[in-house]
């Protein structure tokens, strides 16, 4: 939904519903401490959409590449280094 307003939904983290927390991550002013707490999420829907988001800071996107049920979403996450990208690549090579 274009026109969905997403300034102030990190507010919405501590919600007990997963979809609501999950709303979170499209806040554009969304702390990145707070980013990463929900990375430790119960939800697993909750996490990759944490695992994504270009605000989780990028020691934290590079630790949840090795991470089986979030290493997709971090790897497809924009914030990561296109040199680290290029460097696990070579690696698995």
Same mark, same amino acid.
């Given at each position: 939904? *274009?026109?969905? *307003?997403?300034?102030?939904?990190?507010?919405?983290?501590?919600?007990?519903?997963?979809?609501?927390?999950?709303? &979170?991550?499209?806040?554009?002013?969304?702390?990145?401490?707070?980013?990463?707490?929900?990375?430790?999420?119960?939800?697993?829907?909750?996490?990759? #959409? /944490?695992?994504?988001?270009?605000?989780?800071?990028? *020691?934290?996107?590079?630790?949840?590449?090795?991470?089986?049920?979030? #290493?997709?979403? &971090? &790897?497809?996450?924009?914030?990561?280094?296109?040199?680290? /990208?290029?460097?696990?690549?070579?690696?698995?090579?």
């Amino acid at each position: 939904m *274009p026109n969905f *307003p997403t300034t102030d939904l990190a507010r919405l983290a501590d919600d007990p519903d997963p979809a609501v927390r999950r709303l &979170a991550a499209r806040d554009p002013l969304a702390a990145p401490a707070l980013v990463e707490r929900l990375t430790h999420d119960p939800d697993p829907m909750v996490r990759r #959409a /944490m695992a994504a988001c270009p605000r989780l800071p990028v *020691p934290r996107i590079v630790a949840l590449l090795d991470d089986p049920d979030l #290493a997709e979403p &971090a &790897a497809a996450n924009t914030a990561l280094p296109v040199d680290t /990208m290029r460097q696990r690549f070579a690696a698995a090579v």
